[in-house]
């Protein structure tokens, strides 16, 4: 009977004992989210402070890339050795690709790309505000807002590349290869060859594919490429991309 008393009590008293530290635990937690909460708050309006300088009070027309230099001073890349991808003209195939499996990282997946990712946005002359209709277009002149920081942000994201980068191009199409896209006139031009080590171009091709890798396009981006940055080229279907980030079994540098 005596130890039937001593194992009731010992079990009360840890009970007990756990009771009493649940308060505590969420005092602990309470305080230590709000703090965090308090940084990140800090954090984010510094972050906002250097985007909105770009533009606010400007004429949408004449926000040039160099605008963004204090947002990209403020929040800069973390390099992604061997991780990093580029794309022209693959967007969803692309995306669809890294969301499912967590090989490559886009500018997309970084949490500036992130957040800006499908917004449009603008300021006006005499305003301190920030518009989100009435903007100009991406086409409508050179230096607009949303146009002038994907510039600013995708030459950012390629200066920081390093070791094997890869970027996805666009087998239906006769030139995968433009000099006139971002990838092509400011993504290869920022590429340094200290850090990058090689580019390898994973080439999607569909059933009805109008290029390969001997496209001459191709022989474009090897002349632009800085020197000392190894270049290949690989033709992957469609088909195989969209099997490869399904079967989460298949190691990343198995897909192609
Ligand atoms: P893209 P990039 N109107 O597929 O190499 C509206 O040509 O240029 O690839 N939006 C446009 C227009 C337009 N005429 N043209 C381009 N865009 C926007 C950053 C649109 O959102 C990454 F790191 C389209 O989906 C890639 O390596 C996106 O620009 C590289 O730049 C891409 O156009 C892809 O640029």
Redesign the pocket.
């Known amino acids: 009977a005596v130890l039937l008393l001593i194992v009731v009590l010992g079990v009360a008293l840890g009970v007990a004992l756990k009771r009493n530290s649940e308060p505590f635990k969420k005092t602990f937690i309470d305080r230590y989210s709000a703090e965090l909460s308090m940084i990140f708050q800090i954090h984010c309006g510094k972050i906002w402070t250097a985007f909105e300088q770009a533009y606010v009070r400007k004429d949408p027309c004449k926000v040039p890339m160099e605008a963004y230099d204090p947002l990209m001073a403020a929040a800069p890349f973390k390099p992604a050795c061997n991780r990093m991808m ?4 693959t ?1 969803e195939v692309v995306h669809d690709f890294t969301a499912k499996k967590d090989c490559f990282l ?2 997309e997946d970084t949490l500036l790309g992130s957040v800006l990712d499908g917004l449009t946005w603008c300021g006006k002359e005499g305003s301190s505000d920030t518009f989100t209709a009435g903007c100009p ?3 409508d002149c050179d230096n607009n807002t949303v146009r002038s920081f ?1 510039n600013r942000v ?1 030459a950012a ?1 390629a200066d920081a590349a390093c070791g094997d980068a890869t970027v996805m191009l666009n087998g239906s199409l006769a030139t995968p290869f433009s000099p006139y ?4 006139s400011i ?1 290869v031009k920022n590429f340094n060859s200290q850090r990058m080590k090689s580019l390898n171009v994973v080439l999607i091709t569909q059933e009805k594919n109008v290029s390969n890798c001997s496209n001459a396009s191709f022989k474009d981006l090897q002349k632009e490429l800085d020197g000392g940055i190894k270049y290949n080229c690989k033709e992957v279907s469609e088909a195989q991309l969209q099997w490869c980030s399904s079967s989460p079994e298949t190691p990343c540098g198995s897909c192609w």
Not at 86 to 89: E, I, T
């Open positions: 580029f794309w022209s003209k967007k886009t500018l277009g991406w086409t994907w995708s994201f896209s971002i990838f092509g993504e």
